[in-house]
């Protein structure tokens, strides 16, 4: 069964780093997505991206925030310079027409 | 008022009973409805989704959506332990790429 697939599982990363997660989405799908969970909080919505550019963000999605497709099979999410409160479960997501399907999230620990 | 709102248990029944989850919402402008399972530390996992108002089944997993009250629910019958987890509402708008509003979860436990 075709998955979305994310790298890596877990990043620790020093306060003002850059990180970039890394999504393969589900091949014939066309819209994608990342959001993210802080631990015991509700899954948010960070961006969407649909035919090559972001089609909806939300406030959490900063200049700190970049999304980039670059070779029609990967997905990312740079962070610039990541802050402490930026430590959270990152999913990555893809969609035909109607259900989002989920990756398994990278879970990013800032120190 | 939250956008999504979802009750957060714990919810804890005995293995076959019957469970019933359940979100409110808001935003008259949702029209597809979704509900998500998810393990501890796992991704949301698409169990079904149900488009305006109306029934769905699907094996022990039946949704409704009452969009004149803003209420949908998930019914699963004949619980298993397999079940326990945290089950996720999430909807959106009319067109196919329109972020996800998820509620906070609702911790379900089966008991053998």
């Known amino acids: 069964e075709p998955e979305v697939t994310q790298t890596p599982s877990h990043q620790v990363t020093q306060m003002g780093q850059e990180v970039i997660l890394r999504c393969v989405p589900i091949?014939?799908?066309?819209?994608f997505y990342w959001y993210r969970q802080i631990l015991g909080q509700k899954v948010e919505f960070l961006v969407s991206f649909y035919n090559n550019e972001i089609s909806e963000k939300s406030e959490i999605f900063d200049d700190q925030f970049s999304v980039e497709r670059p070779d029609g099979s990967n997905f990312t999410l740079k962070i610039r310079s990541t802050k402490l409160e930026d430590s959270a479960m990152y999913f990555c997501?893809?969609?035909?027409?109607?259900?989002?399907?989920f990756g398994q999230g990278t879970r990013l620990t800032v120190v | 008022q939250k956008e999504v709102e979802q009750d957060p248990g714990p919810l804890s029944v005995p293995e076959g009973a019957i469970v019933s989850l359940n979100c409110t919402y808001s935003n008259s402008a949702f029209q597809y409805f979704m509900w998500y399972r998810q393990y501890s530390r796992k991704g949301p996992e698409l169990l079904m989704y149900?488009?305006?108002?109306g029934n769905k089944e699907d094996g022990r997993f039946t949704a409704q959506v009452d969009k004149s009250s803003k209420y949908i629910s998930l019914f699963i019958r004949d619980s298993q332990p397999s079940d326990s987890a945290t089950y996720l509402c999430?909807?959106?708008?009319?067109?196919?790429?329109?972020?996800?509003?998820f509620g906070g979860g609702t911790r379900l436990m089966v008991k053998p």
């Open positions: 149900t488009y305006s108002s």
């Open positions: 999430a909807m959106r708008g009319n067109n196919a790429g329109n972020m996800l509003t």
């Open positions: 091949s014939n799908h066309l819209y």
């Open positions: 997501a893809s969609s035909d027409r109607v259900g989002a399907f």
